[in-house]
């Protein structure tokens, strides 16, 4: 099918779209090869530079079997693999025969209308401060507590997993900048940053004519599973252990950035170190389902509240005005005093551990 977007849209639709959400399918000409493979991604650009992206490296010919533009692309991205788990054979790519592929589109069209409004109604009451009052929760309300309670002893453990693996593979590497195909230590330099907090200290008289007022918001959930559940208490405790220690290594690897000769050093890929980042990816395979997951829960309740701050026992959603500083309009109306309100950031070390397979 040949694809509807041919051109690159203009600044007002990326201004006005988001992204878009495209469905490809990895097939070999002629056309009637099908190699189940189908790939569900989003992009803000041509759907056809994307797919050019994309052929670079893959034997297989890509074409456009479907793209649809839309607000909430990446909730629709989230529900397709969230609800073809089964289907997954690697992050984004699905085992899928090309007839069952217009079903799948129209399914991602209905769902992204269905959340489309829930997110509509989600900005509304996020951009209105709440009342202050609490009521009782009504019976859908109740299931999407349960639903929420669910998920959340489902993510739990992963985040604590995740938090073990990616400690488990800095105290393997050691002191190195980089184990091929696995992890990778950048410096990051001395750098100088606004404080806002410093001009309202320093300059009070001055940042007062700056301020401008802005809706503070916190949602929370209540009475939910939590990192500090007892249901995962050795695992936290493991995970703590392995953390204190990985924290003395970045001490360490700090303390040595004065003298940057280790920065060229690289490590060995062990059979060890394979393993562990072999489980980081199973485990950060699933970030992306259980995080869309929670943001739709979340945005159906907020839809429920309205203008109320809390429902009894289930969440609290707080919005009030609050005044902040304008920085960029503090710093070109007082460039004398600004130049006083910068806070020096040290020189650090970021560790990256390699989101796919390379090796």
């Given at each position: 099918m040949k694809c509807p977007w041919q051109r690159k849209p203009s600044r007002q639709d990326q201004r006005r779209l988001r992204t878009y959400t495209s469905y490809r399918s990895s097939t070999q000409l002629p056309p009637e090869r099908d190699f189940e493979r189908l790939k569900v991604g989003i992009t803000k650009d041509d759907v056809e530079e994307r797919i050019g992206g994309l052929q670079t490296g893959n034997p297989y010919r890509l074409r456009c079997e479907a793209s649809f533009e839309s607000p909430v692309a990446r909730h629709i991205e989230n529900w397709v693999h969230r609800t073809n788990a089964a289907r997954l054979v690697q992050p984004e790519w699905l085992r899928l025969v090309r007839s069952d592929i217009p079903h799948l589109v129209e399914a991602a069209r209905q769902e992204g209308e269905r959340f489309g409004?829930?997110?509509?109604?989600?900005?509304?009451?996020?951009?209105?401060?709440?009342?202050?009052?609490?009521?009782?929760?009504?019976?859908?309300?109740?299931?999407?507590?349960?639903?929420?309670?669910?998920?959340?002893?489902?993510?739990?453990?992963?985040?604590?997993?995740?938090?073990?693996?990616?400690?488990?593979?800095?105290?393997?590497?050691?002191?190195?900048?980089?184990?091929?195909?696995?992890?990778?230590?950048?410096?990051?330099?001395?750098?100088?940053?606004?404080?806002?907090?410093?001009?309202?200290?320093?300059?009070?008289?001055?940042?007062?004519?700056?301020?401008?007022e802005k809706i503070e918001r916190k949602f929370c959930w209540l009475n939910v599973p939590n990192l500090g559940s007892t249901a995962w208490r050795d695992l936290r405790l493991e995970v703590e252990g392995l953390e204190r220690h990985e924290r003395h290594v970045h001490e360490l690897t700090v303390a040595m950035l004065r003298s940057q000769a280790w920065l060229s050093d690289t490590g060995?890929?062990?059979?060890?170190?394979?393993?562990?980042?072999?489980?980081?990816?199973?485990?950060?395979?699933?970030e992306p389902g259980l995080k869309g997951e929670e943001e739709e829960l979340q945005a159906q309740m907020i839809q429920l509240m309205k203008t109320f701050e809390a429902i009894s026992g289930i969440c609290s959603f707080r919005r009030v005005l609050k005044a902040i500083l304008n920085n960029d309009s503090f710093q070109e109306a007082h460039p004398p005093e600004a130049a006083e309100c910068y806070e020096e950031r040290p020189a650090a070390i970021r560790r990256t551990i390699y989101p796919c397979r390379s090796y």
């Open positions: 409004h829930i997110a509509r109604a989600k900005a509304r009451w996020s951009q209105s401060t709440s009342n202050g009052e609490k009521r009782p929760p009504t019976d859908q309300e109740r299931q999407l507590h349960a639903a929420v309670q669910d998920l959340f002893s489902r993510s739990c453990p992963v985040k604590l997993r995740l938090r073990h693996a990616e400690a488990s593979i800095a105290l393997r590497a050691g002191l190195v900048s980089r184990i091929p195909g696995i992890l990778r230590i950048k410096l990051t330099a001395p750098s100088r940053r606004f404080s806002s907090k410093m001009a309202l200290h320093r300059f009070p008289d001055l940042a007062a004519g700056h301020m401008v060995e890929r062990t059979d060890d170190l394979a393993r562990c980042h072999e489980n980081y990816l199973r485990l950060k395979e699933q």
